[in-house]
């Protein structure tokens, strides 16, 4: 097949077995790949109703047909899985070099079924598959199992492994692969735990074919020139990485302080992008064919916070820093270096944090739980419980748990952060409502990935929107899924939009696959992606009830800044997302919507 | 005048195109384990660069080819495989000090320049891997030297 590797390997960890499988290749023109073909997988042959953390959820490693080729951002592949964090369809999507390797291996896609009794890793040397022990990995960290694996089996394998928080099935748990790169959200390294897989390992020596190499290159090289000429790609994000937008939201007054009490936080400047570029960077890295190179090698030298490792990322930096009230760069890196190293999602781990701290200063929770002064700012505190959590130690058993069940636990569920049990990241709605529309409907819960509204509420679009005006949004935040899906699907960065103007996607999965795709199919694949994640959630028992933000979102004004006195107007934005979507009012998609798009 | 491929190792992010480049154009996939530019990562102290042949004046492989498969493009200068002539014993592998000629379907794979317009160059998004004059292949890693310790000695004497 071009493009695709046109095979799909099947492991059942229960019995052992190894299977492969023909891709289907009608499946593949639906569905695209990655994010959506995965997704197919995994609801035709998963209950929605089961139990995310039992052996009937399977956990998909799926790669899309530009995974593996030049085309630029091209670098990137997926984990699917009912979340042990949502118990919504979780799709977590990752960079590196594990997914180019994977189809070099001869596979798109690994599907894991069922548990091991005991841990295990998966060796794929190309096209030899092996289920060996893992047992003295067991309980090490990412990075320290990157470095035995290179060992063991030799310096070109590539890895996806989770650390000690994916093995105590913490719930936001992630997937690290290539040391620092990370399938983070939704706790699909909580799934991997709990099928005991503690690895997955690659090799292949093989290559991607596509169907037309000349129509190919030229759209390559169109598109490789628009990303060095768009400011954002060419400047903004080599030089100050995500976390160039932290002074930006900040000054939008969108920047969600201290468990979203507040929406500015007076120590913005010192944990910016500036200065991260400024105090800890070494260099940029980028992925498997990206032009833009984001990635931030840092390293924090001696002191209580010295450390090595990659990041802080924009939302982490916020979630370490902002959203807990801390201004301590050193220890922001030093909470991301944790969290990188025991393979857990920084947004969820600093948003819990910022929750709990809330409950102490509310008095709901006091020192005799959490074992320390927990008040927003102790940044001591908050390095301490990276590790804690991870361990599921103490208090950090309780945090492990996610903000949603802790507030619930408490008896003051109104204070988790978040939607659909996942937290926000680092965007108050009330600064920009439409990222407020954005966080309801989300498929994954609390999100800004999947329809990043950012870009036309402050960051000039296009198309360029009024951050505080509900009208249009709608409309805007369903295209963006929509792109997002099928992005996700084929394999290529969500930052390549910032220079995507026309049909580069449709033109480069055409000659890529072979498949005539029209800009109009590759969006109906967006679109029919985003449906059938929407059923699999009805079916896991949410309904439009759940497509709701937290009451300080909805009726408590923003206290100060550009924002001041700002609420989220989402029955203003809502009925009317319903009803472009093809929905009926309860949220659910109507048959003609669902006949329309073949599902 | 010759142009000469050259690499500057400050300038890599490790994105590997040039990777997918040259193995695009001389195999037809994006294949990086055939590809006869790679690129050297150790990820742990953040330092990459792509390795290829250098097109040596005085080239060993040449020197020890038992077959007279290699030979010096009088256009662009680079070192060419000959297949008819290649016996495939990979002697030119061991000579090359820079590990640069690999070998796979029974001959050996080198860089040929594409023929004077280097795709792994096209394709680099940084100023990793260029192309330049041969004169200028080395006055332009001699002014980058200098303008790097002019702004250390900046740096000492503003402090």
Redesign the interface.
């Known amino acids: 097949m071009n493009a695709y590797a046109g095979k799909v390997a099947r492991v059942n960890l229960s019995r052992g077995k190894i299977t492969t499988e023909k891709l289907d290749s009608k499946l593949a023109r639906a569905f695209i790949g990655g994010r959506g073909l995965a997704s197919k997988i995994l609801s035709d042959e998963v209950g929605a109703a089961i139990d995310p953390l039992a052996a009937a959820n399977k956990l998909i490693f799926s790669a899309g047909p530009l995974t593996?080729?030049?085309a630029?951002t091209g670098g990137r592949w997926m984990v699917v899985t009912k979340g042990a964090l949502t118990d919504t369809i979780a799709s977590s999507n990752a960079g590196g070099d594990f997914g180019?390797e994977l189809k070099?291996a001869g596979y798109d896609m690994v599907i894991v079924e069922g548990a091991a009794k005991t841990p295990v890793m998966l060796v794929i040397d190309d096209g030899a598959l092996e289920l060996c022990p893992a047992d003295k990995l067991w309980g090490q960290d990412c990075h320290v199992t990157e470095d035995k694996l290179h060992e063991q089996l030799g310096s070109d394998f590539k890895f996806a492994s989770i650390g000690q928080a994916g093995e105590n099935l913490v719930r936001f748990a992630s997937i690290m692969n290539?040391?620092n790169r990370a399938a983070g959200r939704s706790g699909v390294g909580a799934v991997m735990g709990s099928k005991k897989l503690k690895a997955i390992a690659v090799r292949?020596?093989?290559?991607?074919?596509?169907a037309d190499?000349k129509a190919f290159?030229k759209t390559?090289?169109d598109l490789?020139a628009t990303?060095?000429s768009v400011e954002v790609t060419s400047q903004g994000l080599p030089r100050l990485g995500t976390a160039s937008l932290m002074n930006v939201v900040n000054a939008c007054g969108a920047l969600p302080t201290r468990n979203f009490r507040e929406s500015q936080f007076e120590s913005a400047a010192t944990i910016s992008g500036e200065a991260i570029a400024e105090k800890i960077l070494?260099?940029?890295?980028?992925?498997?064919?990206?032009?833009i190179?984001c990635g931030r090698?840092t390293s924090v030298k001696n002191g209580k916070y010295g450390g090595?490792g990659e990041g802080p990322e924009y939302e982490a930096v916020w979630s370490l820093g902002a959203d807990v009230g801390v201004g301590d760069l050193q220890a922001v890196a030093k909470a991301n270096f944790i969290c990188n190293e025991m393979g857990m999602d920084p947004i969820s781990a600093g948003s819990t944090v910022a929750c709990a701290m809330e409950l102490f200063e509310e008095g709901v929770i006091g020192e005799s739980q959490t074992g320390c002064n927990l008040r927003f700012g102790n940044a001591e505190a908050l390095v301490e419980l990276m590790s804690d959590i991870g361990n599921r130690r103490g208090f950090g058993d309780v945090l492990a748990e996610g903000g949603a069940r802790m507030a619930q636990k408490f008896g003051r569920p109104e204070l988790f952060m978040g939607s659909k049990k996942q937290e926000f990241p680092a965007y108050d709605a009330r600064g920009a409502v439409g990222m407020g529309l954005q966080y309801a409907t989300s498929n994954r819960g609390g999100c800004h990935v999947r329809g990043y509204m950012t870009g036309p509420e402050l960051l000039g679009g296009p198309p360029a929107l009024d951050p505080r005006s509900p009208k249009g949004k709608a409309e805007v935040n369903i295209g963006l899924q929509n792109v997002t899906a099928a992005l996700d699907s084929a394999g290529l960065c969500l930052f390549s939009s910032f220079a995507l103007a026309g049909t580069e996607l449709p033109d480069l999965l055409r000659a890529a696959t072979g498949f005539d795709y029209e800009p109009a199919e590759v969006v109906a694949a967006g679109d029919r992606i985003w449906n059938l994640e929407r059923l699999f959630n009805l079916g896991s028992g949410y309904t439009h009830k759940d497509d709701t933000l937290p009451k300080r979102l909805l009726s408590e004004p923003a206290p100060g800044g550009p924002a001041k006195g700002m609420t989220v107007p989402l029955d203003q934005m809502l009925p009317e997302y319903y009803r472009l979507r093809g929905w009926d009012d309860k949220g659910r998609p109507t048959k003609k919507k669902l006949s329309e798009l073949g599902l | 005048m010759a142009r000469v491929l050259t690499i500057d190792p400050a300038e890599c992010?490790?994105?590997?195109?040039c990777e997918?480049?040259c193995?695009?154009a001389h195999?037809?996939?994006?294949?990086?384990?055939?590809a006869n530019v790679r690129v050297a990562i150790y990820?742990?102290d953040?330092i990459?660069f792509p390795v290829v042949c250098m097109q040596c004046d005085d080239a060993p492989c040449m020197a020890v080819c038992p077959s007279a498969a290699l030979v010096r493009d009088a256009e662009t200068n680079a070192v060419l495989v000959i297949d008819n002539r290649c016996v495939g014993c990979r002697i030119c592998s061991l000579a090359c000090p820079f590990g640069a000629i690999s070998y796979w379907d029974g001959k050996a794979r080198k860089c040929d320049l594409c023929g004077g317009s280097p795709e792994c160059v096209?394709?680099c998004?940084?100023d990793a891997l260029t192309f330049p004059a041969v004169e200028k292949s080395t006055t332009a890693a001699r002014q980058a030297f200098a303008d790097r310790l002019r702004d250390t000695l900046k740096e000492v004497t503003a402090s």
Do not use: E, H, I, W
Not at chain 1, 204 to 210: A, F, L, Q
Not at chain 2, 27 to 34: A, E, K, L, M, V
């Open positions: 593996g080729t030049a630029p180019p070099y290539d040391k292949g020596s093989g290559g991607v074919t596509v190499p290159r390559c090289l490789l990303l060095a070494v260099r940029n890295r980028a992925c498997v064919a990206c032009p190179g090698v090595k | 992010t490790s994105c590997r195109l997918m480049a193995s695009s195999t037809g996939q994006f294949r990086p384990s055939r990820p742990d953040a990459y096209t394709f998004p940084t």
